[in-house]
Structures are given as C-alpha cells and as structure tokens.
C-alpha cells in the first residue's frame, strides 16, 4: 500500500529505510506481529516498547527528511509523517485489512471484531495520533479511510521503485516457492487493477487464475475447520505462530529485528543497496 501512497512512497524511498526495503519492511512486520500476538500488552508483550521504538523513529525522521533535497524536491509539505500521514498508514493496515478479510469471506465473530478494533486503537494512541482522530468504529473507520485514504492514492516515481524491490523480496527463498510472478499475481489479486497498474507490476494471467480458485477454496477449508471446530483454535494459533516466526526470522535475515533511531536519510540516492 505504500507503493501507492504519494507522501508515504516519497518519505520511505528517500529516508533511511529506502535504502534497505527488506529491513524496513521486517521493522513494520514487527510492529504488527508484536501487537497481534497473545499478551501484546500485557508483563511479556513487546507491543507497547516496539510502538514507542517506531514513534521515536518517526520523530528522527521528520527531523532529517527535510534535509533532504531528494526529498523536499517532490514534497508537498514541510515535515513528513503528520498526524494526516498516520492515519492514513493506520487505515492501510487496520481498515484495509478488515475489507480484505471480509472480502475473502473470513469468519470473525463480533468480540474479536471488537477487540481488533481496539489493539488498533490503542496502536494508534502509542505511536502518537490524537484520539479524537482515531474511529470509534469500524464504520467510522471505513468512511474516514473512503475520504482520506482513497481519495488520495496514486503513483509517483518513489513508488514504483518500492513496488519493484518489494515484490523481489522473495528471491533469496527458493523461486519454486516464491517467485516474483506469484507475488505480483497476489498482490494484483489483493489489491485490485488500479492500485497494481500504478505500481507497474505487470499482469500474470496464469498465477492470478490458480489464485482465483485456490485461494477462495484455501479460506473456506481454513474458516470451515475451525468454525465447526475440526480442530482447536489453539492449534490453528501455533500454526499461525510458526508460520510468522519464519516469516520473521526470513526478513530479520536470521538475526533478530531491531528498530534502531536512524542518524540520516537514504545514503544511496535513488541506488538502493536492496538489489
């Protein structure tokens, strides 16, 4: 979603995390897997240190990016990551996942539609956004992401880079595996025409075909078992559990994430290291 944000594509690509897209990606990965995990806040739960870490971060870079010429070239405000530009990410990943889990037809009962809504808003508190701009609801999140969030994609340079080192993340792992095709197919598939093509990530007729059959019939198989409790939910939560720690460990590069404060801005200029 980010490929297709203006302010946020600009302020990534140009800052210290654009020139590392695997390590910035693992750093968000962090902040979202810590806060859904069991105990996020409670003695054990990392979600309230890993959400201070990414709000220090966010104040380092609002410092540095306008020092930038790279980045005050295309910019359109003064500072970068205002209370707009948060909420706007907040929407990408908090209402943009509800749309796509309801598209995909995934069974939430109405506590844990309540309580996702609620690890969000206190997310959103801890890295800084004013409450009186966090929804209340999931309908007032949907209206405000219609309004601000919508309205307001589109392509820029910046983005079309970062969609291209994104979907060539999976080349370190075997190309049977995860092959760029099937990441632009999924992505596509994800995401809707209008948002790919302004990525410029090219159509895959043959992967988003399989996709179109496979992963609908992957869903239901999945949302059948454990609705009708073919197993129990703590099964389907370890699996769940191994499946992010590889894909955490996959994007640390084996070693462990850390979200370090950055003393400076992308020091490769439009060549990031991540080839």
Excluded: C
């Amino acid at each position: 979603m980010m490929s297709v944000i203006p302010r946020e594509s600009r302020a990534v690509y140009w800052s210290a995390g654009g020139a590392d897209m695997k390590d910035r990606i693992a750093k968000t990965y962090r902040l979202v897997y810590d806060q859904i995990a069991v105990g996020a806040y409670g003695p054990s739960g990392r979600a309230a240190t890993t959400a201070v870490k990414v709000r220090l971060t966010h104040g380092a870079v609002r410092h540095l990016l306008p020092q930038s010429p790279h980045w005050t070239k295309g910019a359109d405000q003064p500072k970068p990551i205002s209370q707009a530009d948060m909420m706007v990410t907040w929407h990408t990943l908090a209402t943009m996942g509800m749309r796509i889990m309801r598209n995909w037809g995934v069974h939430l009962p109405q506590d844990e539609i309540d309580g996702l809504l609620h690890s969000w808003q206190v997310n959103g508190h801890m890295l800084g956004i004013r409450d009186e701009y966090i929804p209340s609801s999931w309908d007032q999140a949907e209206r405000q992401a219609q309004k601000d969030l919508d309205s307001i994609m589109g392509p820029t340079p910046e983005g079309v880079k970062i969609a291209n080192m994104l979907v060539d993340l999976g080349r370190d792992l075997d190309a049977r595996i995860v092959s760029r095709p099937a990441i632009e197919a999924f992505t596509r598939y994800s995401l809707g025409d209008k948002l790919t093509d302004w990525m410029q990530l090219p159509p895959q007729p043959l992967y988003q075909g399989l996709l179109t059959v496979a992963w609908p019939t992957y869903v239901a198989i999945r949302e059948g078992g454990l609705t009708q409790a073919a197993l129990p939910p703590e099964l389907y939560h370890q699996m769940d559990q191994i499946a992010n720690t590889f894909e955490l460990v996959y994007l640390g590069g084996f070693r462990p994430i850390t979200i370090a404060i950055p003393t400076g801005n992308n020091p490769n200029y439009g060549k990031p290291k991540y080839k």
